[in-house]
C-alpha cells in the first residue's frame, strides 16, 4: 500500500515538474479550479494540477486516486464554496457542473466558468457522456493530445478488464451499499458503476432502473426480488458496524441465496458520481477482485 | 357521557382498521393462497411471514404508543400542540445517533436502540432539570422542550452538513422507515409498551382530576407535581421506545388526540384509549397504503414522511371544528433580570452592536487559516462580499424578531415564532419544488418560488382560520400542521438519498451565503417599512394580551386587529426567509431576551428585539462564516446553537 502511494506520489511530483504551468507554451487557462471531483480528477490525468478543488478534505475518503498534490487549496463545501478563498486565489477557469447552476452567475463574476454535466436529470446513460466530458474538458484546457491519449488509455483498460472477465465467465452481480440495517443503496441503470460492468462484460442483477444518478433506496427485503441463484452480492465500503449482526439475525436475510459467504464480498468504494478515472477504478475492483473468487 | 359518546372514535377506529385491511387483503391472498406456484412462492411466504407481517405489526404499536404519549402529553401539558417531539425527546434521540454514527461507529455494535434511547433520556431530562425549577408547570416545560428540541436539531443539522457522507441513513432514520426484515423490533417493543401502559392505567383516575386546573386538583387532594412526573415520564418512555426503533414518526403523536378529542371523547380516560386505538389504525393503515402502493413508486417511502405527509392536511381539515376549551391556566410572574443588570445591559447594547457589526465586517480568516483582519489588496473584493451578508443578516434577524414578539403577543402562547406560523416552511416548500421543477434553478426562481410558498401558507391559514374568526391557537396549529408536512417532504427527498436534499438543507438551515447585494438592500427597505408598521399597532399588541373580551371592552376591533398583525407578522416572516432562509430560533428568542432586559410594554420589546435578533443573526453569520472555515455552517444554525444555552441560562438566573 504504502509502496503504491510512493509511486503515485513520484509520477504525480514528476508529472508537476515536466507540466510547470510557467514553463509550459499553451496559452490555455493556467490557474484553473474546480467545484467537482471527477473534473478535478479528469484534470490531474490531462497533467494540470488544479489550484483549488471543493470539498479537498474529503478527497481522500470519496475519490482516493489519484492523489491530490498537498498544495491545492480547499474552497469549501462544493454546494456553497467558499468565494473568499475564490476571489483571492485569482483564478483563470473554474469548472462546475450543472448541478451547481445556482452558483454560476456569481462564478462568472469572479472568472470564465466551464460547466460540464455528466449526471444530468435529462438521463441517459452515465459513461458516454463521462467521455465526452473529458474530450469537452481537454479542449477547453487545450490539453487535446492528453485527453485523447487518456480516453485511449480508458479503453484500452476496460477492453483488458473485460477479457479478463470472459475468461473467468462471471455471474450476474448486485452492487449495493448499507445505510444501515434495514435499507440500502442498489446501484443499477443509468448509474457509472452499471454502464462500466455493460462496458466489461458483467450482467447487473438488479434490472429495475434507478434514478439519474443510477441508484435506488431499497429496503433488504426487497432483494428477494433478483431470482437467480446465482447471483454475488458486491458490498461496498464503508458497512456500519451494527448492519452484519444485525442480519445474521434475520430468517429473511438467512434465505437470500447470495446471502452466504463465498457469494458475498465487501470491497472499498469508488466514487459513483464520479467519471473516468472513478469508472476505472471501479473496474479494477471488481475484475480483480471476480480473479481472486474464481 | 356513556355508550353515545364512543360511537364516534369507534365508528373512525372501525373505518381506518377496515381501509387497511380491504387494501392488505390482496397481498396477503396472493402471498398465503397460491401455495401451489412456482419457483418464487417459498420466498414470497418466507418474505410475508419474516417482513410484512412484523412490519405491520410494528405499525400498530408504534402508532398505539405514540398516540398515547401524545395523548398524555396534551392532558399534562394542557396544551393542545403538545407532541412527543415537544420535549425534545426525538431531536435527542437524533443528535445521539448522529453523533455516535459519525464520532463512534463502533458503539451502533452495541444496538443502535440503546444509542437512541440514551440520547432521548438524556434530552428529557435536561428538560425534567430545567422543568424543576418551576415545579413542571406546563409552559415551563414546553418552553424548556422545545428549546432542548431545537438545540439538539440544530447541532445534528450541523453534523450532518459537515459529515455528507453519512446523510442518507440519517436521514432514512430521521424520516421514521418501518421496514422490518424479521420480527426482532416489534418482539422487543411489545413487552416494553404493556409495562407503560399498565403505569399509566394506574394513573387515570388521577389524570381526570387535572382537568379540573391545579388550584381544584389540589383541594381534591392530589399531588399534582408527582402525577405530572409520572405521567410525563411514561409518555416519554413511549416515544422514547418508539423512536429508538424505527425512528421519528412524530405526527401520529399529535393527530391521534385531536382526532379523538373531534369524534366526541371528551374526557381525559377516554381521550387516552381512543387516541391510543386511532393512532393504531391510523399508522397501520398509512403503512398498508404504503405498501399496496409501493410498486407505483420506484423511490423509496419512509413511512414517518409519509404520515406526516398525509396526516397535516387532514388536522387543517379538522380544524374548523376543534373546540378549544378554555384552559385554566396560571398567570406566570413576569421574568426579568434583578434591575440593575438590566439597566446596564440596556446602556451596552448600542455599542454592542456597532462592535459586532464592526467584527463581522473587517475581521475574517485567510486561506493559511488564521483569523486577520481584512488585507487591503483584497478589501475591496471582501467587503463586497461581506456587506451583504451582514447586512440581510441584521435585517432579518430584526424582522424575525418583531414577527416573534407580534405572535407571541398575539397568541399569549411562549412557542409562537415564525415557523411556528408555517411562512418559513411554505418558502422551503416552493424552493423544494424549484429544485425538482427546474432541475437547476437559479437565484431569482429560488427567491420567486420560496415567495411564492410564503404566501400560499399564509393565504391558506387565512381560509382556515377566518373561518372560526382568527383564533390564535387554530393559526398555531394550521402553521404546525403546514411545517410538519414541509418537514415530511424534506425527508423523502432525504431518504432516497437524492443529493438535492443536502442542498434543501442547507437552504433550510438558514445560511446567508446566496444574498446578493440588491437581496440585501431589499430585506434592509423592507425591515424599515414593516417594522415602523407594526410600531403604529403597539396598543392593540399592549391590550391583545389581555384576552379578547378584556381587549374588544377597551375598543379593540379584535377581529381586524388579528387579522392585521397576523399579515403583519407573515409579512415580516415571508421578507426574512426569501434573504436568509427559515431563521425561526432568533424570532423565538429574541422576544424573550428583550423582555427579560426589562422591555415590558409593546414598543419597547419590539424595538429593543429588533435590536437584539438582528446583533445575534450578525454575530451567528460571523462565526457560521469563521468557525469551520473554509466551510460554511449556515446562520441560523449557530444562532440556535449559541442562543438556546444562553435562554436557558437567563431561564435558570432569573429563578435564583
Given at each position: 500500500m504504502s509502496l503504491a502511494l510512493t509511486r503515485r506520489g513520484f509520477i504525480a511530483a514528476g508529472a508537476a515538474c515536466v507540466l510547470r504551468p510557467d514553463l509550459a507554451l499553451s496559452a490555455g487557462p493556467q490557474r484553473i479550479v474546480s467545484l467537482d471531483y471527477g473534473l478535478a480528477s479528469t484534470l490531474l490525468s490531462l497533467g494540470i494540477v488544479p489550484k483549488a478543488v471543493a470539498s479537498r478534505a474529503d478527497w481522500d475518503v470519496w475519490v482516493i486516486e489519484p492523489d491530490l498534490p498537498a498544495e491545492v487549496v480547499d474552497l469549501g463545501s462544493s454546494w456553497e464554496i467558499n468565494f473568499e478563498v475564490l476571489t483571492s486565489l485569482r483564478p483563470d477557469l473554474i469548472l462546475t457542473t450543472p448541478f451547481n447552476a445556482a452558483l454560476t452567475p456569481r462564478l462568472e463574476a469572479v472568472a470564465p466558468t466551464l460547466s460540464l454535466g455528466v449526471f444530468t436529470?435529462?438521463?441517459?446513460?452515465?459513461?458516454?457522456?463521462?467521455?465526452?466530458?473529458?474530450?469537452?474538458?481537454a479542449a477547453r484546457v487545450e490539453r487535446k493530445d492528453e485527453g485523447d491519449a487518456f480516453i485511449a488509455r480508458t479503453e484500452a483498460f476496460f477492453d483488458e478488464c473485460r477479457a479478463r472477465i470472459a475468461r473467468i465467465g462471471a455471474p450476474p452481480l448486485a452492487l449495493l451499499s448499507f445505510l444501515d440495517a434495514r435499507h440500502a443503496r442498489i446501484y443499477t441503470a443509468p448509474g457509472l458503476y452499471h454502464n462500466v460492468m455493460q462496458r466489461i462484460g458483467l450482467a447487473n442483477a438488479w434490472t429495475a432502473p434507478g434514478n439519474f444518478w443510477g441508484f435506488e433506496t431499497i429496503g433488504i427485503e426487497r432483494l428477494a426480488e433478483m431470482k437467480d441463484p446465482a447471483t454475488r452480492l458486491i458490498i461496498f465500503e464503508p458497512v456500519p458496524a451494527d448492519v452484519m449482526p444485525k442480519l445474521e439475525e434475520s430468517p429473511l436475510w438467512q434465505a437470500l441465496p447470495f446471502a452466504r459467504p463465498g457469494q458475498l464480498a465487501v470491497l472499498p468504494g469508488a466514487l459513483m458520481f464520479g467519471m473516468l478515472n472513478d469508472a476505472m477504478r471501479f473496474a479494477r475492483l471488481i475484475t480483480d477482485h471476480l480473479e481472486q473468487a474464481a | 357521557m356513556s355508550l353515545k359518546s364512543h360511537l364516534g372514535p369507534a365508528a373512525i377506529v372501525v373505518m381506518l382498521l377496515g381501509l387497511s385491511l380491504?387494501?392488505?387483503a390482496p397481498q396477503a391472498a396472493v402471498l398465503m393462497g397460491n401455495a401451489d406456484a412456482a419457483t418464487g412462492s417459498a420466498m414470497h411466504r418466507l418474505v410475508f411471514l419474516n417482513s410484512t407481517l412484523p412490519r405491520m405489526a410494528t405499525a400498530l404499536l408504534a402508532g398505539a404508543s405514540l398516540a398515547l404519549s401524545g395523548a398524555l402529553f396534551q392532558q399534562v401539558l394542557r396544551n393542545p400542540l403538545a407532541s412527543p417531539t415537544t420535549l425534545g425527546i426525538s431531536a435527542g434521540a437524533n443528535l445521539a445517533l448522529v453523533a455516535v454514527t459519525l464520532f463512534v461507529p463502533g458503539l451502533l455494535g452495541f444496538g443502535r436502540d440503546l444509542v437512541a434511547l440514551c440520547g432521548s433520556a438524556a434530552a428529557a431530562g435536561l428538560v425534567f432539570l430545567m422543568g424543576a425549577r418551576q415545579k413542571f408547570s406546563p409552559i415551563s416545560l414546553v418552553m424548556s422542550g422545545l428549546v432542548v428540541s431545537l438545540w439538539c436539531g440544530a447541532l445534528s443539522a450541523v453534523l450532518m452538513l459537515l459529515n455528507e457522507?453519512?446523510?442518507?441513513?440519517?436521514?432514512?432514520?430521521?424520516?421514521?422507515s418501518l421496514s422490518q426484515q424479521s420480527w426482532a423490533i416489534p418482539l422487543s417493543l411489545a413487552p416494553k409498551l404493556a409495562l407503560v401502559c399498565l403505569v399509566v392505567a394506574a394513573i387515570l383516575r388521577p389524570l381526570l382530576l387535572n382537568e379540573l386546573g391545579d388550584a381544584g386538583a389540589r383541594a381534591?387532594?392530589?399531588?399534582?407535581?408527582?402525577?405530572?412526573?409520572?405521567?410525563v415520564m411514561a409518555a416519554v418512555a413511549l416515544a422514547a421506545f418508539v423512536t429508538s426503533a424505527v425512528g421519528v414518526i412524530g405526527f401520529i403523536g399529535l393527530v391521534s388526540p385531536t382526532i379523538a378529542r373531534l369524534a366526541g371523547a371528551p374526557r381525559a380516560g377516554q381521550q387516552l384509549v381512543w387516541s391510543t386505538l386511532i393512532g393504531a389504525a391510523l399508522l397501520f393503515l398509512t403503512d398498508t397504503a404504503l405498501l399496496a402502493t409501493a410498486g407505483a413508486f420506484a423511490d423509496f417511502l419512509p413511512t414517518g414522511a409519509v404520515t406526516a405527509i398525509f396526516g397535516s392536511p387532514l388536522l387543517l381539515i379538522l380544524l374548523p371544528r376543534l373546540k378549544i376549551r378554555h384552559r385554566l391556566m396560571e398567570a406566570e410572574a413576569p421574568v426579568s433580570l434583578n434591575p440593575a443588570t438590566a439597566r446596564l445591559a440596556k446602556r451596552l447594547m448600542l455599542p454592542a452592536a456597532v462592535l459586532v457589526l464592526a467584527v463581522a465586517l473587517v475581521f475574517g480568516r485567510s486561506p493559511d487559516l488564521g483569523f486577520t483582519l481584512m488585507p487591503p489588496d483584497l478589501s475591496g473584493d471582501?467587503?463586497?462580499?461581506?456587506?451583504?451578508?451582514?447586512?440581510?443578516?441584521?435585517?432579518?434577524?430584526?424582522?424575525?424578531?418583531?414577527?416573534?414578539?407580534?405572535?407571541?403577543?398575539?397568541?399569549?402562547?411562549?412557542?409562537?415564532?415564525?415557523?411556528?406560523?408555517g411562512i418559513s416552511a411554505g418558502a422551503t416548500l416552493g424552493v423544494a419544488v424549484a429544485v425538482f421543477l427546474v432541475a437547476a434553478p437559479g437565484l431569482g426562481a429560488q427567491l420567486g418560488f420560496?415567495?411564492?410558498?410564503?404566501?400560499?401558507?399564509?393565504?391558506?391559514?387565512?381560509?382556515l382560520a377566518a373561518r372560526s374568526g382568527l383564533q390564535p391557537e387554530r393559526v398555531l396549529l394550521a402553521g404546525i400542521a403546514l411545517s410538519a408536512m414541509v418537514d415530511a417532504v424534506i425527508g423523502v427527498i432525504g431518504a432516497t438519498g437524492d443529493p438535492r436534499a443536502v442542498f434543501l438543507l442547507r437552504w433550510m438551515s438558514g445560511s446567508t451565503y446566496s444574498v446578493s447585494a440588491f437581496g440585501a438592500l431589499m430585506a434592509a427597505v423592507l425591515a424599515v417599512l414593516l417594522i415602523s408598521g407594526s410600531a403604529f399597532m403597539r396598543r392593540w399588541l399592549e391590550l391583545l394580551p389581555l384576552g379578547s373580551s378584556a381587549a374588544s371592552a377597551l375598543g379593540v376591533p379584535v377581529g381586524r386587529a388579528r387579522f392585521l398583525l397576523l399579515t403583519l407578522a407573515g409579512l415580516l416572516s415571508a421578507a426574512?426567509?426569501?434573504?436568509?432562509?427559515?431563521?425561526?430560533f432568533v424570532g423565538l428568542m429574541a422576544p424573550h431576551l428583550s423582555r427579560q432586559l426589562g422591555f415590558v410594554r409593546a414598543t419597547p420589546q419590539l424595538f429593543g428585539g429588533a435590536l437584539i435578533g438582528g446583533m445575534l443573526m450578525v454575530a451567528a453569520d460571523w462565526l457560521g462564516r469563521s468557525l469551520a472555515y473554509p466551510y460554511e455552517i449556515p446562520a441560523g444554525l449557530v444562532s440556535a446553537l449559541i442562543g438556546a444555552p444562553f435562554l436557558i441560562l437567563l431561564m435558570r438566573r432569573a429563578r435564583a
Open positions: 436529470a435529462d438521463g441517459g446513460d452515465v459513461l458516454p457522456k463521462a467521455f465526452a466530458a473529458t474530450r469537452a474538458l | 380491504v387494501l392488505a457522507r453519512y446523510l442518507v441513513s440519517l436521514f432514512i432514520w430521521g424520516a421514521g381534591l387532594g392530589v399531588h399534582m407535581v408527582r402525577l405530572r412526573v409520572v405521567a471582501l467587503l463586497a462580499l461581506r456587506l451583504p451578508r451582514i447586512a440581510a443578516a441584521f435585517f432579518s434577524g430584526a424582522m424575525l424578531a418583531v414577527a416573534g414578539t407580534i405572535l407571541q403577543r398575539l397568541t399569549g402562547n411562549e412557542m409562537a415564532s415564525p415557523e411556528v406560523l420560496s415567495a411564492l410558498g410564503a404566501f400560499a401558507v399564509l393565504s391558506v391559514i387565512f381560509l426574512a426567509t426569501m434573504s436568509v432562509g427559515p431563521l425561526s
